[in-house]
């Protein structure tokens, strides 16, 4: 149950929220490098 609750997070995720690996992660803003954390926690959850 828990694994498929993540893995439809991780959809949800790159259906709605911007990609940030194209940009150099030390350069981003507060709320972009939790956003980034959040994406990461979600995938690493889901594998």
Aim: hydrophobic content about 50%; proline content about 2%.
């Amino acid at each position: 149950m828990r694994k498929q609750l993540f893995r439809l997070l991780a959809r949800l995720n790159k259906a709605l929220l911007p990609t940030l690996w194209q940009r150099d992660l030390a350069r981003l803003k507060r709320w972009e490098k939790a956003l980034a954390a959040y994406r990461y926690w979600v995938t690493r959850n889901a594998l």
